[in-house]
């Protein structure tokens, strides 16, 4: 009966009806200003904590290889001044060593004030007491070091330094002056007392301006030590001078 009714067309109207799907409330619209500067400071905000993070990174990194490069140059020294039959690596060396031969006295070995010309062996750079002349730049600096083809410390100049470090080991004082009768009347500047004698090499800017918001200092002491010491001009100043 049941079958019949339906091939009849029997079914009730709401049995064949298909239901028309209900039309949504809700319009689609756009972001609204306020919204849009919401995700723009939101994405700037997150743009500059990447930033920070990154130069932070950075300029850790360029510490890291500022130390790793002075504790080179010290171990270089070290055993320059142990081939040599010396009890100290330099015995006077002031400056950036801007000039082809910089030196004090009548011996250059005894007392090079451009340490690149005794360390780096440019004919040879394999036999030399420090093979890579990228050690002498410090990555602290914007100076770009050269390669061993274009670094020569005899020419070196304003434009082309023999690097960016500055020797200053050792201070040698009025008193003790008579120790050294080789180094004639040349006198070094105030140092502090603390290092007096130990301080071998320290960052310096003369050449370059500062990589980073702060210049950095890093010192190497005889004893192959290195640590920061200052991150500003004045405070290195009052460092180096003890005042």
Known sequence: MFKKFCLAGGLPPEATHKEKPMKSSFKRRGFTLVELLVVIVIIATLAALSFTIIQRTKVSAAKVNAVRQMRNIGVAAATWAAENSRSETFLHSYGTGDYPQEFQGSGTKSTPGNPGIALYNVTDPDSGYLQNPGDFFSPLTNATAPTRIDYDPKKASSTKPWGTYSWYYPFISAANHSRYPEIGSGLPAKVNQR???????????????????????????????VSQVAESDAAFNRWRTGD
């Open 195 to 225: 290092v007096s004698g130990r301080l071998m090499m320290c960052e310096s800017y003369v050449i370059s301006k500062p990589k980073y918001a702060k210049p950095i200092y890093n010192a190497l002491l005889s004893d192959g030590s």
